[in-house]
């Protein structure tokens, strides 16, 4: 099951992602791009974003990603992965040059956003996945304890 979820998690690009501070949450589209494992999710912000200062208080975060517009005119057959991880920043400047550079290949279009001075990259460690195939069929499976991560 892990396997089907990482594949989906990589076939994809677009996700939302939910942020909380204060007990206020907040949701942002974005553009990803996975590790070669698909256990860490590589997103870009501005550090002036309520969804970066969101992460600087509280590492936590959701991503989704669902294959809706894939089953379009079948919506029973829809998808969604419910991505529990957490933020954790890139120690290591050549990971880090990678990464944008593989996001910036994957989504031209924020070519400008990776590029200005208060660009941060945003690695999501994936600590569980939760995946429903359907309106009623899910699985769950913790990946990494928190302690770990």
């Given amino acids: 099951m892990l396997e089907k979820m990482i594949a989906l998690l990589k ?6 992602l939910a942020t909380c501070r204060d007990h206020r949450p907040h949701c942002s589209l974005m553009a ?10 590589y997103l870009a912000t501005r ?3 309520t969804k970066f200062r969101n992460l600087s208080e509280n590492p936590r975060v959701s991503l989704l990603v669902d294959t809706r517009l894939e ?3 079948d919506r029973s057959r829809i ?8 933020y954790v ?8 040059a990678r990464m944008r550079w593989r996001l910036r290949d994957r989504h031209p279009h924020i070519a400008g956003l990776l590029d200005h001075p208060l660009s941060a990259l945003i690695p999501v460690r994936v600590l569980a996945f939760l995946l429903l195939d359907g309106p009623e069929k899910a ?8 302690t770990l991560a």
């Fill in 47 to 49: 550090q002036d974003t």
């Fill in 139 to 146: 699985s769950h499976v913790r990946v990494l304890s928190e």
């Fill in 11 to 16: 076939a994809n690009d677009m996700c939302v």
């Fill in 79 to 86: 998808q969604s992965l419910t991505v529990e991880g957490l």
């Fill in 32 to 41: 990803y791009v996975t590790a070669e494992d698909g256990l860490t999710v």
């Fill in 71 to 73: 089953w379009a005119t």
């Fill in 89 to 96: 920043p890139v120690e290591n400047p050549a990971e880090e």
